[in-house]
T-cell receptor
Framework: GAVVSQHPSWVICKSGTSVKIECRSL??????MFWYRQFPKQSLMLMAT?????????EQGVEKDKFLINHASLTLSTLTVTSAHPEDSSFYIC????????????FGEGSRLTVL | SQQGEEDPQALSIQEGENATMNCSYK?????LQWYRQNSGRGLVHLIL?????REKHSGRLRVTLDTSKKSSSLLITASRAADTASYFC???????????FGSGTRLLVRP
């Protein structure tokens, strides 16, 4: 199956700093990528849809100035958590659409962010 | 709320037994998908069932879909300890093919 690489897999940062997470589709081009957030023992909540070459579409309640998404190429999308605070600590997972007709997504391994 | 409902929230069974997880949703769907997530990892796509299909098999997995009741079930037969994971149903919505996940079932298979 298609491979999506996410980096870093874990990061610890101080409150107030910004953290960038990368999501790459390694063997296919992804015009659309999705960013999810997952709290412990909970489901994945869609944060935003990232479209190559255009602005991301954010879900209701997600602060676009807090979570900056850039999709500069067909194989790379980045999520930057700006001025991170402890409540931003979470598991962030990206996915890329592999099959336009079915909507099947391929997921990265996730990035665990801990803000001290 | 984005999420559909899944039940049970948690399921503990003995190795060799079957595990059944259910998923309900509110809006119409094109297809419904099931994913597996090992603790702290990404998701693995298990099976997709289209809205015009009623049942689908893949190895030890059996998925049913009842669009009239807006529900689906995932059956894992002859479970193994390695099946221990969280299982999520997900439905595609909108023209951008956003995938919205259910609340998930945490399955524990005891050896």
């Amino acid at each position: 199956g298609a491979v999506v690489s996410q980096h870093p897999s874990w990061v610890i940062c101080k409150s107030g700093t910004s953290v960038k997470i990368e999501c790459r589709s390694l063997d296919f081009q992804a015009t659309t990528m999705f960013w999810y957030r997952q709290f412990p023992k909970q489901s994945l909540m869609l944060m935003a849809t990232s479209n190559e070459g255009s602005k991301a579409t954010y879900e209701q309640g997600v602060e676009k100035d807090k979570f900056l998404i850039n999709h500069a190429s067909l194989t790379l999308s980045t999520l930057t958590v700006t001025s991170a605070h402890p409540e931003d600590s979470s598991f962030y997972i990206c996915s890329a659409r592999g099959d336009k007709n079915t909507g099947e997504l391929f997921f990265g391994e996730g990035s665990r962010l801990t803000v001290l | 709320s984005q999420q559909g409902e899944e039940d049970p929230q948690a399921l503990s069974i003995q190795e060799g037994e079957n595990a059944t997880m259910n998923c309900s949703y509110k809006t119409s769907i094109n297809n419904l998908q099931w994913y597996r997530q090992n603790s702290g990892r990404g998701l693995v796509h298990l099976i997709l069932i289209r809205s015009n299909e009623r049942e689908k098999h893949s190895g030890r997995l059996r998925v049913t879909l009842d669009t009239s009741k807006k529900s689906s079930s995932l059956l894992i037969t002859a479970s193994r300890a390695a099946d221990t994971a969280s299982y999520f149903c997900a439905r595609v919505i909108g023209s951008s093919y956003k995938l919205i996940f259910g609340s998930g079932t945490r399955l524990l298979v005891r050896p």
